[in-house]
């Protein structure tokens, strides 16, 4: 038989079986239907036999609600898994290929598709014209997880968390990454794929070659020497150049680069960049030597273009602009002045005059607005493969960790309000709001010296009310229930990052195959030892420099937050001296408000000292982590992150008024566009070249996703540390998070330049903070139910003191005097001088007062020993510690029980790990058996056989 040749149409056919085998790359899959799936029909073969039919494509058709769909699927996404759940599905498929195989009572058959059965047009074929194929199945993994993928796009609620979202099946095919294919059918419609590619300004001026990155730099710096010399290298490096001026300002000059096919291949192997091969290729020496080994349909998308611009940057990072040791990369060329901007391009506009439902999207970030930025599909899943393709998996991992932990708060929110709730309902039969409301004979002592009045007990009625909304029966559950609500979360998050990790690729990246930082390179270019892994020759910083730069760098942590301790303790100092001057004002406005005054004016004067320390923070941490010289990026990263959290969270009260501020830099960047329009006029509209629109947008912060995790940390602190004072915290959480999620996803899709993609394998350092901060919150919680709230005191008092002390009874009748027994006795007149109200109090009775009431336990003035502990305060203090002992430990013992019990991987995980991990040690072994055998053939062939040979 001839050789069989793909035409690339398309051919619609009904096949009805119960197995079927799929050949993709070399690699053959078996998948069984099941019987409940097969239909009686004379002219397929009878009940007890099997049609076995092989498929040879990669390419498919769906056909949704009308809608056709074509996707093409990478090799590597196909998966065989026994354990695969049967959806009770039925599936439609437009299947590309040009020839099956049927295997019926053991012998073959190879058909050759007919001509006649082909259409070349994309609608479907008329029923008597085609031959129709429909499968019918529940267990092909791969085409129904497509078919999921495809309704969240097309408003359905499923979750986008599938590998096959790498490629660029979403997209209309008008707007793929050029390929001979469309070029034919570009080319017919009159228009050329390179106008198209100049078209949309992501190409030179060829179409041919596309923009990997862009530098930016203005004529008039004064740093030209540094820029040419750092440009020639560039092109020593094999990089190409082509330069346009800015159409806004020609002082501002765009430098686009575009790294050809063998650079690519040179620096992909230098960074330990994975990407398929071919089947019975298990090693290679230098895998850029030997590209026919890789799996390669198109040189031009091979390399994605997050991958590109990794490399392109890989390689500026590492050019020298002016001769030393020091005098080398990008960042200090863009520190000096040398270049103001360096980016990546976005892959055009992220918004299309037509509807993504009819024409699908114009490119992937079109695609991000419409499905996850947008507004519109707040309640939606995050299609987390999108968004990991398009920026990268740090950035992927950072939207997956939200997702997740805005997940988690829903059973959080769901306690916390009830315990509120809770709190509500029974607010009218709390005995101890009720004896404070109905105490208008009780008169309390001033809260401070000299100017501040009598007042009656009963005018705290409402903070007694509110106060039992947040510190009732239900809180010390709640405070429990959030302690294994934090070991839960992290957790079952531990589990998640496994399945994304091993999705993406993760699992066993380490950081050796993490390029090393220039400036450590440099620092210890001289020192040189062997990598134990690799075997090559690396930079080595000695172990006491190491040491000395450690110690000098935690002294300096040591010392900062000494500073922001000493800046908490000047506004708590400030606050107990002002409210005694603001009571003493002339003005009534301020001497009655003396309270709202003080705290007005601290929270203004700690808000400046935030802002103002804040600056002196990221210096000094930023100046410590250099300091420190890091080996790699990640551990960099993890230093700067570690320093400013410590000092963030020292001032945890104050900061959420900072955090606040970081919508700023929408304000900022609307400001940018507006400007741009002033300057060109609104008469005319000039069509701007991607890289100026990406230019006039917003940098991502210069560290990275540092900001977006501090402040959802500081929100877990909050959430967690602070729940036993405030239950309503989780709910508030989760209702920021849902429009957290769309805002991030907003400013990086349309407000931010597109960042450099980078790979992770989980949130870093972070998880070590999220672990501490759940350690922590045990204790604080511990502390406030003990020692700030009513719980333990109350307890004290029913079942000691109170009408059912030793009778084993509780309730709100238990409670009835408890305010009066909490209240101890002052005499007016054993005031100093210095501390004497100046008021009597005969406001209240006419006469002037003798006694007051105060909050404690004490005995009264005219005891043996006056104002001495009494020994219900002995019994109290003695409960609230017990109390912190039994909760911390009964808690701690249960997040450690819990952390036992949930494995970190999830089983079905584990099973295909080691099924691969089984795998590959068979083809190894098959492969040294086969390269044995063949030397012994050789051997025999040339007449020098051995004995005793194997196998």
Not at 304 to 310: D, L, M
Not at 540 to 557: E, H, M, N, P, W
Request: proline share 4%; aromatic share 14%.
């Amino acid at each position: 038989m001839g050789k069989l040749t793909d035409s690339g149409q398309s051919l619609e056919v009904r096949l009805e079986f119960t197995r079927f085998r799929t050949v993709i790359g070399g690699q053959t899959r078996i998948y069984q239907i099941p019987d409940s799936h097969w239909r009686s029909d004379s002219n397929l073969p009878d009940s007890g036999q099997s049609l076995e039919v092989r498929l040879e494509f990669t390419r498919f058709r769906t056909v949704i609600g009308g809608q056709t769909r074509i996707y093409q699927i990478p090799d590597s996404h196909w998966r065989s898994d026994s354990n695969l759940p049967d959806s009770g599905q039925s599936l439609e498929v437009r299947l590309e290929f040009t020839r099956f195989r049927t295997v019926i009572g053991g012998r073959t058959r190879i058909y050759q598709i007919p001509d006649s059965h082909w259409r070349s047009d994309s609608n479907l074929p008329d029923s008597g014209q085609s031959l129709e194929v429909r499968l019918e199945f529940t267990r092909f993994r791969t085409v129904i997880g497509v078919a999921k993928d495809v309704n969240i796009l097309f408003d359905e609620l499923e979750a986008v968390n599938s590998p096959c979202k790498d490629d660029d099946s979403l997209l209309h095919p008008g707007n793929l990454t050029s390929t001979s294919e469309d070029a034919s059918r570009l080319e017919a419609g009159g228009e050329t794929v390179r106008d198209r590619n100049k078209a949309n300004g992501l190409y030179f001026r060829d179409g041919k070659c596309r923009i990997d990155y862009i530098l930016v730099y203005r004529k008039s710096s004064p740093q030209t020497e540094k820029r040419e010399v750092f440009e020639r290298n560039i092109r020593a490096e094999g990089l190409q150049m082509e330069k346009e001026s800015s159409l806004v300002n020609s002082d501002v000059i765009f430098v686009k680069l575009h790294a050809p096919w063998e650079v690519l291949g040179r620096y992909a192997e230098q960074m330990n960049v994975r990407m398929p091969f071919r089947r019975k290729i298990y090693y290679l020496p230098r895998r850029y030597k030997f590209m026919s080994s890789f799996i390669i349909h198109n040189k031009d998308t091979f390399f994605n273009n997050a991958t590109r611009s990794r490399i392109v940057h890989h390689i500026l990072q590492r050019i020298k602009y002016e001769e030393g040791k020091n005098k080398i990369g990008l960042n200090r060329l863009l520190t000096n002045g040398s270049y103001e901007a360096a980016f990546p391009l976005h892959e055009g506009s992220y918004r299309s005059k037509n509807s993504i439902k009819t024409h699908g999207a114009v490119n992937h970030r079109h695609l991000l607005y419409e499905c996850w930025a947008s507004w519109g599909v707040w309640y939606k899943y995050q299609p987390l493969d999108l968004v990991r393709r398009y920026f990268g998996e740090k950035i992927g991992l950072y939207f997956a960790w939200l997702g997740w932990y805005t997940g988690m708060l829903f059973p959080a929110a769901f306690i916390g309000l009830f315990v509120f709730l809770y709190g509500v309902t029974t607010l009218d039969h709390c005995q101890v709001s009720k004896e404070v409301c109905q105490a208008t004979d009780i008169i309390m002592c001033p809260v401070c010296d000299k100017y501040c009045p009598f007042m009656r007990l009963s005018d705290s009625c409402v903070y007694a009310k509110v106060t039992h909304l947040f510190d009732n029966g239900a809180t010390v559950f709640f405070a429990v229930f959030m302690a294994v609500w934090a070991t839960v979360f992290l957790e079952f998050w531990k589990r998640r990052r496994a399945v994304i990790a091993y999705d993406w690729d993760l699992i066993d990246w380490e950081e050796e195959e993490e390029e090393i930082r220039p400036q450590f390179e440099a620092k210890y270019s001289k020192k040189e030892r062997m990598n134990p892994i690799s075997g090559k020759p690396e930079p080595y910083q000695a172990f006491t420099d190491k040491c000395s730069r450690l110690i000098v760098s935690a002294s300096g942590i040591f010392f900062m937050i000494c500073v922001v301790i000493a800046a908490v303790f000047g506004i708590v100092i400030y606050r107990v001296v002002t409210v005694s001057t603001f009571a003493a004002f002339k003005w009534a406005l301020i001497r009655n408000n003396s309270q709202v005054a003080t705290t007005g004016t601290a929270v203004c004067i700690n808000f400046c000292i935030i802002m103002l320390l804040n600056v002196l923070y990221e210096k000094v941490a930023l100046l410590l982590t250099n300091l420190e010289q890091p080996r790699t990026e990640s551990e960099w990263e993890n230093s700067f992150t570690l320093k400013m959290f410590l000092f963030q969270f020292v001032n945890l009260n104050s900061s959420t008024f900072y955090i606040a501020f970081f919508l700023g830099r929408l304000i900022q960047n609307w400001w940018t566009r507006r400007k741009v329009r002033q300057e060109h006029g609104t008469e005319r509209k000039i069509n701007f070249p991607q890289w100026e629109k990406d230019y006039n947008l917003q940098p991502m912060n210069a560290y990275g996703l540092f900001d977006e995790y501090l402040e959802m940390i500081l929100q877990f602190g909050f959430t967690t540390i602070f729940v036993a004072a405030f239950p309503l915290a989780p709910l508030l959480a989760l209702l920021n998070n849902i429009i957290e999620i769309r805002l991030d996803a907003y400013k990086f899709v349309t407000q931010w330049r597109r960042p450099l993609a980078s790979r992770a394998k989980d949130i870093g350092i972070w998880y070590g903070i999220l672990e501490g901060i759940g350690i922590l919150s045990v204790i604080t919680n511990a502390f406030v139910i003990a020692i700030t709230s009513d719980f333990i005191p109350r307890l004290v008092y029913a079942y000691k003191y109170g009408p059912c002390a030793g009778q084993g009874e509780a309730g709100q009748k238990c409670m009835v005097g408890y305010v009066n027994a909490s209240l101890s006795v002052f005499r007016i007149s054993d005031f100093e001088n210095r501390s004497e109200p100046e008021s009597d109090g005969s406001e209240f009775s006419g006469t002037p007062l003798k006694y007051c009431r105060y909050r404690d336990y004490r005995d009264p003035p005219h005891s043996l020993a006056p104002y001495g502990y009494t020994l219900q305060f002995w019994h109290v203090l003695a409960a609230r510690l017990a109390f912190i002992i039994v909760f911390e430990h009964l808690v701690f013992c249960i997040k450690h029980l819990i952390s036992y019990l949930i494995p970190d991987l999830p089983k079905d995980l584990r099973d295909r790990m080691r099924r691969e991990k089984y795998l590959i040690q068979e083809m190894m072994y098959e492969a040294e058996l086969e390269r044995l055998q063949k030397e012994r053939k050789e051997r025999k062939k040339n007449g020098k056989a051995h004995h005793n040979e194997w196998p």
